[in-house]
């Protein structure tokens, strides 16, 4: 074992803090990865405060890694030291069942192994990436091309995957209408890969704040939520509308935004359960869907997609000190547009 820096929540609600833990031995298929850079999701702040239920403490969240191979073990092929690579959501699965052999890790018939805030298949808690060091199996690690700056890579290992694979899986591209609903850490990667993806893309947020970020990142047309007229405007006009809103929303009037066959696809997930009228969805044969992260080959495709593209995120580098206040900021909607934590600060 290694003892190595962390920033942790002790508690549920408990402001975070530097702490050290411990990081197995480098086994034969493991990299140990000097950490450079973790991005915040909002799905740390959720989790560190328990809003999905009970968590496991100390918790050091961050599952948005970017860092530097520093060591290898016996069996590794993919990796050698000094490569620049990234570990997302997940850094195991059963590996056997139908979705893992498919390359849907994330929807692992046992269950994925969660970056943090899981126990590990040795039964040991894991612990995420707001730390100096982590081992990772190199199954569960990716690359990051050349092209891309770590610092706006990391976010791609979370937000990027969980944008990028519905909008992949629901063929957004040329002559499709997507609204991207939410301009945070999530929404702002879902405007950028739309609009790469060749989409016509809407943004809704709440208010007109954003929108010339917004347009520059590639959106078409920008709509605030909060004004009654957006949603006459706008009625029947969406192909997908992919909502990454954190917070519980009135699905029943954006469904009503989509064209007949249209989709919803919700990625993001409010600590509260929504209601919705199943005629919003009978009249104009209308999908509600869900999408999870996505799988270790689609991230690692989508990572090269957005290298090809030349973007990564659009980030504010803040120094370890600085976490519980970014997440006061992520939770007042005020993030521009995903806090990076500079690792070398922990
Ligand atoms: P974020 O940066 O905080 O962005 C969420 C955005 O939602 C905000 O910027 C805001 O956009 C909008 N919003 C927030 N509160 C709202 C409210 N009360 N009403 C309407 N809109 C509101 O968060 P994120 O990191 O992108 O994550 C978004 C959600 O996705 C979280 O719930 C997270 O846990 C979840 N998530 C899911 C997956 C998955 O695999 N499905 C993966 C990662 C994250 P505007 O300011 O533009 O209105
Ligand atoms: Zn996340
Ligand atoms: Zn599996």
Redesign the pocket.
């Known amino acids: 074992m290694t003892t190595v820096a962390a920033y942790a929540a002790p508690a549920a609600k408990a402001p975070l803090e530097r702490t050290t833990v411990e990081r197995r031995p480098v086994g034969e298929h493991d990299v140990l990865i000097e950490i450079k850079f973790a991005g915040i ?3 740390d702040i ?1 989790q560190a405060r328990e809003g999905w239920g009970e968590a496991i403490f100390p918790m050091v969240p961050g599952h948005e890694i970017a860092g530097v191979v520093s060591e290898v073990g016996s069996a590794v092929t993919k990796f050698a030291v000094g490569d620049r690579v990234g570990v997302g ?1 997940m850094v195991d699965s059963c590996r056997e069942c139908e979705n893992c052999k498919a390359g849907l890790e ?1 929807y692992c018939a046992e269950g994925m192994t969660g970056t943090y805030n899981a126990i590990d298949r040795n039964g040991e808690p894991t612990y995420g990436g707001y730390s100096t060091h982590i081992v990772v199996d190199e199954a569960y690690t990716v690359r990051i091309p050349e092209g891309l700056a770590l610092d706006e890579a990391a976010p791609l290992l ?2 990027g995957i ?1 944008t990028y694979s519905p909008l992949k899986h629901w063929n957004a591209g040329p002559g499709k209408k997507v609204a991207v ?7 702002h990667l879902g405007v950028k890969i739309a609009h790469a993806l060749g989409a016509e893309v809407t ?1 809704l ?3 007109l ?2 929108k010339d970020d917004g347009l520059k990142l590639g959106a078409d047309h920008y709509y605030a ?1 909060s004004d009654p007229k957006t949603f006459e405007d706008l009625r029947g006009t969406f192909d997908l509308i992919l909502s ?6 009135d699905l029943d009037a954006f469904l009503a935004l989509l064209k007949t066959d249209g989709a919803f696809v919700n ?4 600590e509260e359960p929504v209601s919705l009228n199943l005629f919003s969805v009978i009249g104009g044969r209308k999908t509600l869907a ?4 996505g799988g270790i080959p689609e991230t690692q495709e989508m990572l090269d997609f957005c290298a090809e593209h030349g973007f990564g995120a659009e980030i504010e580098l803040i120094s370890a000190s600085e976490i519980n206040e970014a997440y006061e900021r ?2 007042a ?1 005020d ?1 521009r ?2 806090f990076v934590i500079d690792t070398a600060t922990i």
């Open positions: 999701c909002h799905s959720h959501c994330q979370c937000a969980t609903l939410g301009m945070g850490g999530l929404g943004v947020s709440q208010s704040r954003k939520t990454t809103v954190s917070a519980p929303l990625v993001g997930a409010p869900g999408s999870s992260i992520v939770l909607s993030v547009y995903r």
